[in-house]
């Protein structure tokens, strides 16, 4: 695309990019606001912009304890996750892989919440995190450690059979999740797994799979051969020049799929709503807000929209740079 120098014409780029953007950022923004109404605003016949706020959505959403018993609590969780930002964000000064820096962060800040209810009386949506982050962690890492050496032998080892094992993985990646639900559920039933972490790790991981090997068999096609064969004169092994030189160069390749597979565990519905009875996730609790009569269900469902969503956000924020890297490497070629 050549850049023009018409002033008229960027003019109605910039128009015309605004306008996109407005158009993204204005449900997200009115959901904020939903979050910090008082259901008499939120349900309002004429659109109040001029509110008093107010956070008792959210702590009638996360707490069984009033807001001055979860202060100390909550200033001390905000200075950790401060930290955690400071480290994050100064990753370059740190004498160690940014990606090193960036996964550790993740995980201290799921550790942190892990460990919050034996502090603090949490309500039970507190309980759908910690299910959803178990469900995503568990998934990301079966899927991306099954998908990288799929998708590398695939690439490497061209035959009509992976031709046929490629065009299953899409065929069965193509089907609706209507199709996949109930021979899932009575798997569950019949293993005794129904209700459980285990269950829904495998059926999101077995849903999900071909999309990962599809997209990192993409990635390791743009890697020359002549890589691993010339750590394999040297004395590696296969596996080892995979582990030692492959994976490094892939790890663009991999956040950007890790970040997919996160995105697709993190917001499941249909699997988790069928599969689980008491252990839901997060987007089956958000669904409980969003039906019936009662006028607080509004200001709740969106309290609880804008906390699914942070997590996702920060994340993608702190990953941006692989993500991009990993996108403009060919990873959507195919």
């Known amino acids: 695309m050549t850049r023009t120098d018409n002033p008229i014409a960027r003019f109605l780029i910039y128009i015309a990019l605004a306008l996109f953007t407005l158009y993204n950022v204005l449900p997200f923004a009115w959901t904020i606001m939903s979050s910090i109404k008082l259901p008499k605003d939120a349900n309002a016949r004429i659109p109040r912009f001029v509110f008093r706020p107010t956070g008792e959505n959210y702590s009638e959403l996360w ?172 004395g590696a092994g296969r596996l080892k020049s995979f582990i030692s030189v492959i994976v490094p160069i892939m790890w663009p390749g991999i956040i950007t799929t890790g970040l997919f597979t996160l995105l697709l565990a993190y917001n499941d519905f249909l699997l988790a709503r069928i599969l689980t009875q008491i252990n839901w996730t997060l987007p089956v609790g958000i669904a409980q807000f969003t039906g019936g009569e009662d006028p607080g269900h509004v200001t709740l469902a969106a309290a609880a929209s804008v906390s699914v969503t942070l997590p996702i956000l920060v994340v993608i924020i702190f990953f941006q740079k692989y993500l991009i890297r990993g996108l403009a490497s060919g990873a959507v070629k195919g």
Request: charged share 10%; glycine share 6%; hydrophobic share 60%.
């Open 63 to 234: 707490l069984n304890m009033t807001p001055e018993a979860f202060a100390p609590f909550g200033l001390a969780l905000l200075l950790i996750f401060f930290i955690l930002v400071v480290i994050a964000l100064s990753a370059k000064r740190i004498p160690a892989p940014n990606s090193a820096v960036y996964l550790g962060c993740i995980f201290a800040g799921v550790a942190v919440a892990l460990a919050l209810p034996r502090v603090v009386n949490t309500a039970e949506f507190y309980d759908y995190l910690i299910n959803s982050v178990i469900v995503t962690t568990g998934t990301l890492c079966v899927s991306l450690s099954i998908g990288a050496l799929a998708g590398y032998g695939l690439a490497r080892f061209r035959h009509v059979v992976s031709v046929y094992i490629l065009v299953i993985a899409l065929a069965f990646r193509s089907l609706p999740s209507l199709a996949l639900v109930l021979p899932f559920y009575y798997l569950g039933q019949l293993s005794g797994l129904y209700d459980t972490h285990i269950l829904l790790i495998l059926c999101l991981v077995a849903t999900n799979q071909p999309f990962t090997i599809w997209m990192l068999r993409s990635f390791f096609m743009e890697i020359p051969r002549e890589i691993e064969e010339a750590a394999m004169i040297d």
